[in-house]
């Protein structure tokens, strides 16, 4: 009995300390990271790791593995990404030492002008049908990457992904989960159930899954070229198909569709170069609260602290004002990247900021429930690709073209239409985007490769995983798996408007005394059982010679190397 007291005694005095400290304890990782000197790769989903693992030891590169993944998981993980989406990445050139960013997001049709929605009285683009399509920009993106830097044959890239739409694979189980909850509203549209149904049903966990129609079209990329999908059979197909459902797409869209090279935006956080794309993307919202949260010594806060998170939510909801207001295509609009992404502007923006109370008078951005994949890839050359590809919402916009295998996008539905904005519906004009990838680089030197999925949750997951290892020294499948705050706020990229501070949802595992004296600040609590991403990354590990992988442990990835 003594015994037992003394270890209740030691117990109450370990919480105590626990609640003095105001933090939780450092989180552990729930697997090792994985290790290998060759090359590594990081997926969500094991069969896309295999085959990138299986092209790179056939001689391809990064780049070519790059896109045999992501013809994988458009066949396996059809919920969250595939060829009727856009892309984006980031690519690590080893030879030239440079970074390399393409945009490959799609663009608005000609032919659908602002004044239909008017004359219509839409209030908003629509989640589903024909009016939320843009130009899918996947496989052009592919092609730009593969002229550029790839060294396989198509044939070669694509068989893989080929062989299991014919021959089918097992559906994993996050897929399955999100398959059978998207499938209610997407039934009634027309060549759902022939293209992602087994006679009515959607697959189970195990189940095997065939997708004859799109290993179809990815032989027709493979013997006439990845451009043949804007230029041949398959846009005249998708053209005809939208427009009888009461689009306004057109073949001079697709022959006119480019993926456009970038230079990334950067700015240094503690010593560390941190690269993302510019918009019509999300990712300088990254850049700004690096920028505001380095005047802080987070550190000393402690991770899981109520400082530590009421900073973080404080920069996130200053950061997506900006995002409401400026991000959008900057074809149309002039955005100041060089500016939001100043360590003057930062310092102009956190005037504003109290370190007692949550804010209630400046606006938040909002939380956009998009379904995505990330991969990152690195080869024996030292060359990177941190890839992020998406269909936006769910599986898409319900359209799926007769034949082809796979759904159109929804992005459209990011525009707003009010006309005073900067993110306002207009011909040929690519939205406002979600999907983000990353890069970090340390004296000029690839450091970190890495993405996390989820609508407006990426960026706020960027800034997370990026403070856990560099302030808080978290190994990368730890800072992974270190739970997640994700701030839901109130002004939406389509309306700008705004209407209170928000919710914080803060994943399981953070004090319940830190988040009591979050809400005595002000801050309103939510815990949401899902939406904080899905996290892959590449650590290259230079005294050593090493790649260090990490991959989401609430989804179906895997990393893995040789």
């Given at each position: 009995m003594k015994y037992i007291?003394?270890?209740?005694l030691s117990m109450v005095s370990a919480v105590t300390a626990?609640?003095?400290?105001?933090?939780?304890?450092?989180?552990?990782?729930?697997?090792?990271?994985?290790?290998?000197?060759?090359?590594?790769?990081?997926?969500?989903?094991?069969?896309?790791?295999?085959?990138?693992?299986?092209?790179?030891?056939?001689?391809?590169?990064?780049?070519?593995?790059a896109i045999a993944a992501n013809a994988v998981l458009g066949l396996v993980e059809p919920t969250g990404c595939g060829i009727g989406g856009d892309l984006y990445a980031l690519i690590w050139d080893a030879g030239t030492k440079r970074l390399y960013g393409i945009n490959g997001s799609g663009r608005s049709p000609m032919g659908l002008k602002l004044e239909y929605f008017k004359k219509n009285n839409i209030k908003a683009i629509p989640p589903l049908g024909p009016l939320s399509v843009t130009i899918p920009g996947c496989v052009d993106a592919w092609a730009e990457m593969h002229e550029k830097f790839g060294r396989l044959?198509?044939?070669?890239?694509?068989?893989?992904?080929?062989?299991?739409?014919?021959?089918?694979?097992?559906?994993?189980?996050?897929v399955a989960y999100y398959w059978e909850e998207s499938a209610e509203k997407y039934i009634p549209f027309p060549n759902f159930n022939e293209t992602f149904t087994i006679d009515g049903k959607t697959p189970v966990k195990g189940e095997r899954f065939k997708n004859p129609r799109l290993a179809n079209t990815y032989e027709m990329l493979t013997e006439e070229g990845f451009r043949s999908f804007y230029e041949g059979t398959i846009a005249d197909q998708i053209v005809a198909f939208v427009n009888s459902q009461g689009g306004f797409l057109s073949k001079a869209d697709f022959e006119g569709h480019k993926s456009?090279?970038?230079?990334?935006?950067?700015?240094?956080?503690?010593?560390?170069?941190?690269?993302?794309?510019?918009?019509?993307?999300?990712?300088i919202a990254v850049l700004e609260m690096l920028n505001m949260i380095e005047a802080y010594d987070i550190n000393a806060m402690g991770f899981g602290s109520k400082?530590?998170?009421?900073?973080?939510?404080?920069?996130?909801?200053?950061?997506?004002?900006?995002?409401?207001?400026?991000?959008?295509?900057?074809?149309?609009?002039?955005?100041?990247t060089e500016k939001l992404t100043s360590k003057a502007y930062a310092k102009e923006l956190m005037q504003s900021f109290n370190p007692d109370k949550a804010s209630v008078n400046y606006p938040s951005g909002n939380i956009e429930s998009g379904n995505t994949i990330y991969l990152s890839i690195a080869d024996a050359d030292g060359n990177f690709v941190s890839l992020v590809q998406s269909n936006y919402k769910g599986m898409g916009s319900g359209m799926v073209p007769p034949n082809l295998g796979f759904m159109?996008?929804?992005?459209?539905?990011?525009?707003?239409?009010?006309?005073?904005?900067?993110?306002?519906?207009?011909?040929?004009?690519?939205?406002?985007?979600?999907?983000?990838?990353?890069?970090?680089?340390?004296?000029?030197?690839?450091?970190?490769?890495?993405?996390?999925?989820?609508?407006?949750?990426?960026?706020?997951?960027?800034?997370?995983?990026?403070?856990?290892?560099?302030?808080?020294?978290?190994?990368?499948?730890?800072?992974?798996?270190?739970?997640?705050?994700?701030?839901?706020?109130?002004?939406?990229?389509?309306?700008?408007?705004?209407?209170?501070?928000?919710?914080?949802?803060?994943?399981?595992?953070?004090?319940?005394?830190?988040?009591?004296?979050?809400?005595?600040?002000?801050?309103?609590?939510?815990?949401?059982?899902?939406?904080?991403?899905?996290?892959?990354?590449?650590?290259?590990?230079?005294?050593?010679?090493?790649?260090?992988?990490?991959?989401?442990?609430?989804?179906?990835?895997?990393?893995?190397?040789?």
């Open positions: 007291i003394i270890f209740l626990d609640a003095q400290h105001n933090q939780v304890s450092r989180p552990r990782a729930t697997r090792s990271e994985v290790m290998a000197s060759h090359a590594m790769v990081a997926t969500s989903q094991p069969l896309a790791t295999q085959v990138a693992i299986e092209v790179l030891k056939k001689g391809g590169n990064a780049i070519d593995a044959p198509v044939e070669e890239i694509l068989s893989p992904a080929i062989g299991y739409a014919r021959e089918g694979f097992p559906v994993s189980e996050s456009e090279w970038v230079n990334p935006v950067t700015t240094n956080y503690r010593g560390y170069d941190v690269w993302e794309l510019p918009p019509n993307g999300q990712g400082d530590h998170l009421h900073l973080f939510v404080e920069t996130k909801k200053l950061a997506f004002e900006d995002r409401s207001k400026y991000y959008n295509d900057p074809m149309f609009s002039f955005v100041d159109l996008q929804n992005r459209a539905e990011l525009f707003g239409l009010d006309s005073k904005g900067f993110n306002v519906y207009a011909p040929g004009k690519r939205p406002f985007h979600t999907i983000i990838p990353a890069f970090v680089t340390k004296n000029n030197k690839p450091w970190l490769s890495f993405g996390l999925m989820s609508g407006s949750t990426q960026p706020q997951g960027h800034v997370q995983i990026l403070i856990n290892m560099i302030d808080f020294g978290m190994g990368i499948q730890e800072a992974g798996d270190a739970p997640r705050i994700s701030h839901e706020g109130s002004v939406q990229v389509t309306t700008g408007k705004s209407f209170d501070s928000g919710w914080v949802n803060l994943e399981t595992g953070f004090d319940y005394g830190v988040i009591r004296d979050l809400m005595k600040m002000g801050h309103r609590i939510k815990f949401d059982v899902g939406g904080y991403g899905g996290f892959q990354a590449i650590m290259w590990d230079e005294k050593n010679k090493v790649y260090f992988g990490a991959s989401e442990f609430k989804k179906d990835g895997q990393a893995a190397g040789y």
